[in-house]
């Protein structure tokens, strides 16, 4: 899998809520100085509320894509190597299927149609933070979301790494596979 060193390296950030995603990823971004692509999903839902549909969640992939464009186009625009992402479409499938019972068919086109450098995957070993917008604060649920995020990863080709513990281990951990896996891909 060897790419041209002026690729751009795009890495994911996935997991239940309240497993430190965001938190990694700005931590990630300071150490290899670069910047981070937001989840979508909190603005729409401070905008719009957490009473959402089957419709809104296609929306919310729709904005989180155009996110992720807006800031890889960013970076490449700054000449930077690498970028990180919270959240993708395996999140959004996740979601979908979890609360509906089905996922709407672009979410999955863009699952196929879409290729990343990396996955890491947040283990929910961290304690649940209230906020207004989380909704699964029972351990059994975030462990059994948790299990469909690593079956997908498990599934597919993209390298991963399960991301676990407290910091400082958990980012240098994190910090470290990056690291060999920029080895492996440049």
């Not at 931590?27 to 809104?56: Q, V």
């Not at 672009?106 to 304690?127: A, T, V």
């Not at 399960?162 to 994190?174: F, H, I, K, L, Y």
């Amino acid at each position: 899998m060897h790419q041209a060193s002026n690729k751009m390296l795009k890495i994911v950030v996935i997991g239940p809520e309240s497993t430190g995603k965001s938190t990694l990823c700005e931590s990630l971004s300071k150490h290899f100085e670069t910047d981070w692509c937001r989840e979508y999903a909190r603005d729409f839902l401070l905008e719009h509320g957490t009473n959402y549909t089957f419709d809104d969640l296609l929306k919310v992939a729709e904005g989180q894509l155009l996110s992720e464009e807006a800031c890889v186009s960013r970076m490449h625009n700054q000449q930077r190597s690498m970028v990180f992402i919270d959240t993708d479409m395996y999140v959004m499938k996740v979601w979908c299927e979890f609360v509906f019972g089905k996922c709407h068919p672009f979410i999955l086109n863009q699952i196929i149609d879409r290729k990343y450098d990396g996955y890491l995957l947040c283990k929910p070993d961290l304690p649940w933070v209230k906020d207004e917008l989380r909704e699964y604060p029972d351990v059994k649920t975030r462990e059994l979301l948790y299990h469909h995020y690593k079956d997908l990863l498990i599934n597919q080709s993209t390298p991963w790494f399960e991301v676990n513990g407290v910091d400082p281990m958990r980012t240098s951990n994190a910090i470290d596979w990056v690291e060999k896996l920029r080895m492996t891909i440049h």
